[in-house]
């Protein structure tokens, strides 16, 4: 019986001692930095990280007539269509627009309006500041301040010819960008 008693005591203390080992050595999950951004797309100090997503998926573009110069033709930006998922690949919301609403999977949601942009490269969208207006639905969105579009890939307006002959025609881009949610805090 005291035999018994010494090896349950062992396999407790080994179990303990596993489960303190098991956080040794992880690292919490990185917040994302803004250090690397141009200025003008960089939140102002006084705010923290809410939410990280990546969002995928269309913009599209219509052939229009460009604003204030009568016979010249432009590829209007008309809105976005993506799936916003969190860094694990789950699916926590959409964003889509007009207006530009970001819309969380439990029905909270959030417009905004553009503080800023930065060039991010040829042939990707500019990174880009907004300020958050105030939410609609308890949730995700509640008190969101600012909402940066970084790491963008694709979406600029495309390379086809827009002219009087296809006025009107919609063309539809492939992109992506991270959207990174700020509190107040």
Same mark, same amino acid.
């Given at each position: 019986?005291?035999?018994?008693?010494?090896?349950?005591?062992?396999?407790?203390?080994?179990?303990?001692?596993?489960?303190?080992?098991?956080?040794?050595?992880?690292?919490?999950?990185?917040?994302?930095?803004?250090?690397?951004?141009?200025?003008?797309?960089?939140?102002?100090?006084?705010?923290? /990280? @809410?939410?990280?997503?990546? %969002?995928? *998926?269309? $913009?599209?573009?219509?052939?229009?007539?460009?604003?204030? =110069?009568? #016979?010249?033709?432009?590829?209007?930006?008309?809105?976005?269509?993506?799936?916003?998922?969190?860094?694990?690949?789950?699916?926590?919301?959409?964003?889509?627009?007009?207006?530009?609403?970001?819309?969380?999977?439990?029905?909270?949601?959030?417009?905004?309006?553009? /503080? @800023?942009?930065?060039?991010? %490269?040829? *042939?990707? $969208?500019?990174?880009?500041?907004?300020?958050?207006?105030? =939410?609609? #639905?308890?949730?995700?969105?509640?008190?969101?301040?600012?909402?940066?579009?970084?790491?963008?890939?694709?979406?600029?307006?495309?390379?086809?010819?827009?002219?009087?002959?296809?006025?009107?025609?919609?063309?539809?881009?492939?992109?992506?960008?991270?959207?990174?949610?700020?509190?107040?805090?």
């Amino acid at each position: 019986m005291h035999i018994r008693t010494l090896n349950a005591l062992a396999a407790a203390l080994a179990v303990v001692g596993l489960a303190a080992c098991s956080g040794m050595g992880a690292k919490p999950a990185a917040t994302f930095s803004q250090a690397s951004l141009p200025d003008a797309v960089k939140v102002p100090a006084g705010h923290k /990280v @809410a939410m990280e997503t990546v %969002g995928t *998926g269309d $913009i599209t573009y219509e052939c229009r007539v460009k604003a204030n =110069a009568a #016979g010249q033709y432009e590829w209007f930006f008309v809105g976005p269509d993506a799936k916003l998922w969190d860094r694990g690949g789950k699916q926590v919301g959409k964003y889509y627009g007009p207006p530009a609403t970001w819309e969380s999977a439990d029905g909270s949601k959030v417009t905004a309006t553009q /503080v @800023a942009v930065a060039p991010n %490269g040829s *042939g990707n $969208i500019p990174h880009q500041l907004v300020k958050a207006n105030p =939410a609609t #639905g308890a949730g995700a969105m509640q008190n969101v301040s600012y909402i940066q579009r970084v790491a963008t890939q694709g979406g600029v307006a495309p390379a086809a010819a827009c002219g009087a002959s296809n006025m009107g025609q919609k063309q539809v881009v492939k992109y992506q960008a991270d959207y990174i949610f700020y509190r107040a805090g």
